[in-house]
Nanobody, 115 residues
C-alpha cells in the first residue's frame, strides 16, 4: 500500500517561490495520474495540477503559468514548483492519485503566503 508524505511548505512572501515534494513509500509506477491538491481554510479541497505517467501535465486556471508539476518515478517522488506565489495560494497542499483515493491522503504540507 502506497503512502504519500508531503514536505517543503512554509511561510513565504507574495511573489516568492517554494518547491513541494511528495515522497511515496512504494512505487508510483502503477499510478497513472498523480495530482497535487490544496485545501484553504473554510474551503473544499481542490485539484491544482496533475501529471500522467508519460509526463503530460494539466493545471487549474488559477495556477497556470506559475506552478509546475513533475515526477521522478525512480525516486517515487512528485514535485510542485510554485513561483509568483499569491496570498490566495495559502493552503495545505496534498498529493494523491487522480481521481484521489481516500486511503492515500497524507498529512499535507502547509503553505502560507503573507507579508
Amino acid at each position: 500500500q502506497v503512502q504519500f508524505v508531503e514536505s517543503g511548505g512554509g511561510l513565504v512572501q507574495p511573489g516568492g517561490s517554494l518547491r513541494l515534494s511528495c515522497a511515496a513509500s512504494g512505487s508510483t509506477k502503477s499510478i497513472s495520474i498523480l495530482g497535487w491538491y490544496r485545501q484553504a481554510p473554510g474551503k473544499q479541497r481542490e485539484l491544482v495540477a496533475t501529471i500522467t505517467s508519460g509526463g503530460s501535465t494539466s493545471y487549474a486556471d488559477s495556477v497556470k503559468g506559475r506552478f509546475t508539476i513533475s515526477r521522478d518515478n525512480t525516486k517515487n517522488t512528485v514535485y510542485l514548483q510554485m513561483n509568483s506565489l499569491k496570498s490566495e495560494d495559502t493552503a495545505v497542499y496534498y498529493c494523491n492519485s487522480r481521481p484521489p483515493l481516500s486511503t492515500l491522503w497524507g498529512q499535507g504540507t502547509q503553505v502560507t503566503v503573507s507579508s
